[in-house]
T-cell receptor, first 114, second 109 residues
Framework: EAGVTQFPSHSVIEKGQTVTLRCDPISGHDNLYWYRRVMGKEIKFLLHFVKESKQDESGMPNNRFLAERTGGTYSTLKVQPAELEDSGVYFC????????????FGSGTRLTVV | GQNIDQPTEMTATEGAIVQINCTYQTSGFNGLFWYQQHAGEAPTFLSYNVLDGLEEKGRFSSFLSRSKGYSYLLLKELQMKDSASYLCAGLDSNYQLIWGAGTKLIIKP
C-alpha cells in the first residue's frame, strides 16, 4: 500500500508570501493529522481531520494557518502570510482508527521562510 | 501541563544493548508510542504500549509502567543502521500525540 505522501518536500519562501502544503493520506484512512517541528524542538500537534471535518484544531498557532480536506481525501495546509517563525518541518500522518495502532507519517515538508 | 522527557543524546557500541528512557505526564493516557526517525525522513512506527509490561518485537522491546509514568525502548544487537533519533510520544485523553524532543542515538563501531 502506498504511504502518506507530502508535497513539496522542501519550500523556501520570503516573509509575507503564501505557501500551500499538501498531504495525501493512505487510501481509506479517515483520520488525518498535521504536526509541526520547529527549530529542533519537539513535534507539536496542529490539527486533526476525520474525513472532511476538523475534529480538533486546537494546535493551530494563529489565523494565518488554514487547513482543508475537501472530499475527505487529501488535505492542504496554507500559510498566509508566512512569517520567519513558521520555518520548520510540517508532518502529516494518517490512521485508520483514531488512537489505535500506529500512525503512518509522511516524509514531511521542510519550510524555510527567509 | 503535559510533558515528555527523554535524554537528548546517547552513544552505544555496535553489537551492544542500549536502553532509552522516557517519562511522561499527559492529560489522560491512551498509550505510549516509540518512533524511529532518520535525518530527513518520516518518523517510523516502532511500538505502542497501553498496558503495563514489556512488548518484544525482534531486536526492539518497549516497556511501560503507567503508575510511574515511565517507558523505555530497549535495542539489542545494535547495528550501525540503528543510528537515528528515537521519539517517545504519549497519547492523551483527546487522542493527541504529545511528543518528546527525541533521543539522538549514535552507534560506534
Amino acid at each position: 500500500e502506498a504511504g502518506v505522501t507530502q508535497f513539496p518536500s522542501h519550500s523556501v519562501i520570503e516573509k509575507g508570501q503564501t505557501v500551500t502544503l499538501r498531504c495525501d493520506p493512505i487510501s481509506g484512512h479517515d483520520n488525518l493529522y498535521w504536526y509541526r517541528r520547529v527549530m529542533g524542538k519537539e513535534i507539536k500537534f496542529l490539527l486533526h481531520f476525520v474525513k472532511e471535518s476538523k475534529q480538533d484544531e486546537s494546535g493551530m498557532p494563529n489565523n494565518r494557518f488554514l487547513a482543508e480536506r475537501t472530499g475527505g481525501t487529501y488535505s492542504t495546509l496554507k500559510v498566509q502570510p508566512a512569517e520567519l517563525e513558521d520555518s520548520g518541518v510540517y508532518f502529516c500522518a494518517s490512521s485508520q482508527e483514531e488512537g489505535l495502532g500506529g500512525y503512518t507519517f509522511g516524509s514531511g515538508t521542510r519550510l524555510t521562510v527567509v | 501541563g503535559q510533558n515528555i522527557d527523554q535524554p537528548t543524546e546517547m552513544t552505544a557500541t555496535e553489537g551492544a544493548i542500549v536502553q532509552i528512557n522516557c517519562t511522561y505526564q499527559t492529560s489522560g493516557f491512551n498509550g505510549l508510542f516509540w518512533y524511529q526517525q532518520h535525518a530527513g525522513e518520516a518518523p517510523t512506527f516502532l511500538s505502542y504500549n497501553v498496558l503495563d509490561g514489556l512488548e518484544e518485537k525482534g531486536r526492539f522491546s518497549s516497556f511501560l509502567s503507567r503508575s510511574k509514568g515511565y517507558s523505555y525502548l530497549l535495542l539489542k544487537e545494535l547495528q550501525m543502521k540503528d543510528s537515528a533519533s528515537y521519539l517517545c510520544a504519549g497519547l492523551d485523553s483527546n487522542y493527541q500525540l504529545i511528543w518528546g524532543a527525541g533521543t539522538k542515538l549514535i552507534i560506534k563501531p
